[in-house]
């Protein structure tokens, strides 16, 4: 079955950068996209940025200038690294499998931006 | 395209009809999904294509909706349907709304 697993630091310094790995199961990276979502305690998510099943990417204009995806297809990961966090960064962030739509998601990883 | 739900909070009883809105700031053509988040969960997702069931879904679940208003329609409320709910547009970027929290009164 598809599964998606976030792991990653729960705590980052302030201005430091975050890294993260989506571990997925149950389906190619070949074949589907797999997008970053985050979601701040009590706020709606917002759409971080996309790994095309071609390798391309996308990201938000607004963390397009501090976020990078990557992948290793022969491990079946997609990676997330965010540079120069701030405080209002915390929140939790989920892997997704994006159609046009993200149909499965990652329990998700809380991440606390706090010195 | 920014989207915004209404109402941000609403209460109702097990059995009532619940109706939730989403409007986008242009035309969504559609593209619309919807999720359901229970506390400490990962969104769920509903309905995606403004009306297409996800499978599993309870048929009591439905949506609709064209241009820039979309709705989603609960048809008997169950105590398990508290949850917050989120629309989601993928015709220009891909954008969620602010969500409408459901509550039992």
């Known amino acids: 079955q598809v599964q998606l697993k976030e792991s990653g630091p729960g705590l980052v310094q302030p201005s430091e950068t975050l890294s993260l790995t989506c571990t997925v199961s149950?389906?190619?990276?070949?074949?589907?996209?797999v997008s970053w979502v985050r979601q701040p305690s009590g706020k709606g998510p917002e759409w971080m940025g996309r790994?095309?099943?071609?390798?391309?990417?996308a990201y938000n204009s607004a963390l397009k200038s501090r976020l990078s995806i990557s992948r290793d297809t022969s491990k079946n990961q997609v990676f997330l690294k965010m540079n120069s966090l701030q405080t209002d960064d915390t929140g939790t962030y989920y892997c997704t499998r994006a159609r046009d739509y993200f149909d499965y998601w990652g329990q998700g990883v809380m991440v606390t931006v706090s010195s | 395209i920014q989207l915004t739900q209404s109402p941000s909070l609403l209460s109702a009883s097990v059995g009532d009809r619940v109706t939730l809105s989403c409007k986008g700031s242009?035309?969504?053509?559609?593209?619309l999904a919807w999720y359901q988040q229970k506390l400490g969960e990962a969104p769920k997702l509903l309905i995606y294509n403004t009306n297409s069931l996800q499978t599993g879904i309870p048929s009591r679940f439905s949506g609709s909706g064209s241009g820039t208003d979309y709705t989603l329609t609960i048809s008997s409320l169950q105590p398990e349907d508290v949850a917050t709910y989120f629309c989601y547009q993928y015709n220009n970027g891909w954008t969620f709304g602010g969500g409408t929290k459901l509550e039992l009164k």
């Open positions: 790994m095309w099943y071609d390798g391309d990417t």
């Open positions: 242009q035309n969504i053509n559609n593209y």
């Open positions: 149950g389906f190619s990276l070949t074949s589907y996209s």
